[in-house]
């Protein structure tokens, strides 16, 4: 499976943007790009996913480089209901969502 | 209305018994997973299936067993169960885009 990295915790202000970095150097041209989160207590939540071109939802965007082996989930505003870990993972056929470590978001009032 | 719903939310259990969480999703998808999240955190995917089929078997002991009556429904029983058995197993379902995860369900073994 394509790996990804990300950094193990972020800080953020609240209602400041929020940019969590993602590196997946191995990833494949068939591989989707995922995000999900996890709030404290719950099951992971999915967020976004792109293949080539930036996307946005009402809850995020996410922003992909042109060679693909990087990407970035921006959060515009974040909120204190935003701190949770948040996971970059590769999806590359099967519908087989493996997670990674995940960053953990800590968003400071 | 509950898209993943697991049943029991939390299980406490001793070693040796064997037990099962259900997994009901009323979102129409063909695929189905369980994942089990240990004390670290870590997520792993266990069992994938679609269309009541087995397509991911994640190296998993033979004393879990995953079960699928319908599309819907994806339940876990768990043989002879053990100490390191213990963690938050979570029931998924996707249809080709985003998986929707239920609550979890925490088991401890003592």
């Known amino acids: 499976d394509a790996k990804t990295t990300q950094p193990n915790s972020m800080e953020s202000n609240e209602e400041e943007p929020v940019h969590l970095p993602c590196n997946h150097s191995t990833i494949s041209g068939t591989d989707y790009i995922h995000w999900y989160r996890q709030l404290p207590s719950q099951g992971p939540e999915y967020v976004i996913h792109?293949?080539?071109s930036n996307v946005n939802n009402r809850m995020a965007s996410l922003a992909i480089a042109e060679d693909r082996k990087s990407s970035t989930l921006i959060l515009h505003r974040a909120t204190l209901r935003d701190a949770a870990v948040y996971y970059c993972?590769?999806?590359?056929?099967?519908?087989?969502?493996?997670f990674g470590t995940g960053t953990k978001l800590q968003v400071i009032p | 209305d509950t898209a993943v719903s697991q049943t029991p939310k939390y299980l406490v259990t001793q070693m040796g018994n064997d037990k099962s969480i259900k997994c009901e999703q009323n979102l129409g998808h063909d695929t189905m997973y369980w994942y089990k999240q240990d004390s670290k955190k870590f997520l792993k995917i266990m069992f994938s299936?679609?269309?009541?089929?087995?397509?991911i078997n994640e190296t998993v002991p033979n004393r879990f067993s995953p079960k699928s009556p319908d599309k819907a429904h994806l339940n876990l029983h768990i043989n002879s169960l053990e100490l390191g058995d213990s963690a938050v197993y979570f029931c998924a379902s996707s249809h080709q885009t985003a998986a929707f995860f239920g609550q979890g369900t925490r088991l401890t073994v003592v």
């Open positions: 792109g293949l080539t």
């Open positions: 993972i590769l999806e590359g056929g099967y519908q087989k969502v493996t």
């Open positions: 299936y679609n269309n009541k089929e087995l397509i």
